[in-house]
């Protein structure tokens, strides 16, 4: 996608020195674009745990090339330990996201036996570009497979904006590129349909205010930020035509783990018989669960995220300040699970399907 104009994806190569790994700082958006080199396993996970790379996709990503640069770390006796001990510490940076295992796991079967030192960083450099590039196409595939949902809404209010609510950010920030949720949305607006997009703002990280407002800006599509209450009034008063969200983890029955809140739009749009779509690559799949609520772990974190706001000054510097009461405690769970009967419809790159154990498989059979 484009930055004020010039092409980037979330995560690459540096030019000239492949042995960096350069990503745009998430916790800077949107007031200040940076970009972070990460020149060790360390480095990787210090960016996946502190959210200078988030979102599920992007989480699988960073820790491909994670394991990539402890390849080029390893050396030629021991190093199936070198290997193992990055891969245990990139999955404990994070647990929601299923991307993170399957991409470390990916990379150890595919380097794990490599004995040569000079073939092992090579093969993990091809396979960490690979799984980058995957992710990438995959997103693209969701737009396409969405876009006959929304002309079809669009068909129906001839004339009208197709009103689509989303939460968090699951856009290109969140992957390597396009988007899950956002891939329809980028690809209804360049296909020329009048689409505008309801921005939750995400609380306590805001992901929507900062990132997604800030990716759909720079895309140039219209959308509105909302507070995180508003949806179910807007679902009410007709303002909402469909609720396209990403997923951080999916069951083989279709229940979703997603940002904290998502559960409750699920229930306002069930409420108010408005589609719900939840748009996933493959890798988001947990196949070996099947009780979402009782089985995703859930991530919580500080407290402090949500007793304090960061934001930026009139002065322009980047501040956070305390929104309650100096002795209250907080507790801040990332996020919830939004049960497969709420679903619409799962969005892959392979197609839609109900998110049920069937629906799913039909996508995936090799699963069964
Ligand atoms: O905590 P984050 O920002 O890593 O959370 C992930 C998300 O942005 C959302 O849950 C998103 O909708 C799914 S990630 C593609």
Redesign the pocket.
Known sequence: MNVNGHPYRTIWLKPGDDHIVQVINQVKLPHIFEINDLASVEDVCRAIRD?TV????L?GASAAYGMYLASLESSETGFQDTLRRAGNALKAT?PT?ANLAWAVDRMLGVIGAVESHSERCSVARQEAIAIADEDADYCRRIGVHAMPVISAISARKPGQTVNILT????GWL??VDM???TAPIYAAHDAGIPVHVWVDETRP?N?GASLTAWELSQHGVPHTLIADNAGGHLMQHGLVDMVI????RVTRNGDVA??IG?YLKALAAHDNRIPMYVA?PSS?FDFALRDGVANIPI?ERDGAEVRYMTGLTESGDIASVRICPQATPARNW??DVTPARLITQLICERGLCDATENGILSLFPERR
């Open positions: 959210m988030r979102g599920a996709g989480i994070r996201a939460h968090c950010n699951a969140a992957f988007g899950s949720a990280r992901q969200t990403g997923a951080d997603n940002k998502t996933l988001t991530e990332g996020f």
